[in-house]
């Protein structure tokens, strides 16, 4: 059984922030690549960022300089701390392990109003 549980969206006015939190259970989180993703109602889901089990990240183009991925391993958990966020549709927020497993969780909401 592997979990994967992310928290921290809400409601925020454009130009603010958020940060995510994804914990994982049942899973030594040390060992998997982890990523963000997003999904608006209608739309595709969209690769946010990256992280590998070595720290290495990686960021779409639409959030360079905005959004930061990182890992705390002894706390089993990434995080996507979100910068000037931008007025746009609702969007889920996932935190899915990449490799060498893949497990999606449920998402978390983040609104930016404007």
């Known amino acids: 059984q592997v979990q994967l549980v992310e928290s921290g969206g809400g409601l925020v006015q454009a130009g603010g922030s958020l940060r995510l939190s994804c914990v994982g259970i049942g899973i030594t989180f040390r060992m998997a690549d982890m990523g963000w993703y997003r999904q608006a109602p209608g739309k595709q889901r969209e690769l946010v960022a990256t992280v590998s089990t070595g720290g290495s990240t990686n960021s779409a183009d639409s959030v360079k300089g905005r959004f930061t991925i990182s890992r705390d391993n002894a706390k089993n958990t990434v995080y996507l701390q979100m910068d000037s966020l931008q007025p746009e549709a609702p969007a889920v927020y996932y935190c899915?392990?990449?490799?060498?497993?893949?497990?999606w969780g449920q998402g978390t909401q983040v609104t930016v109003s404007s």
């Open positions: 899915p392990a990449l490799a060498p497993f893949r497990s």
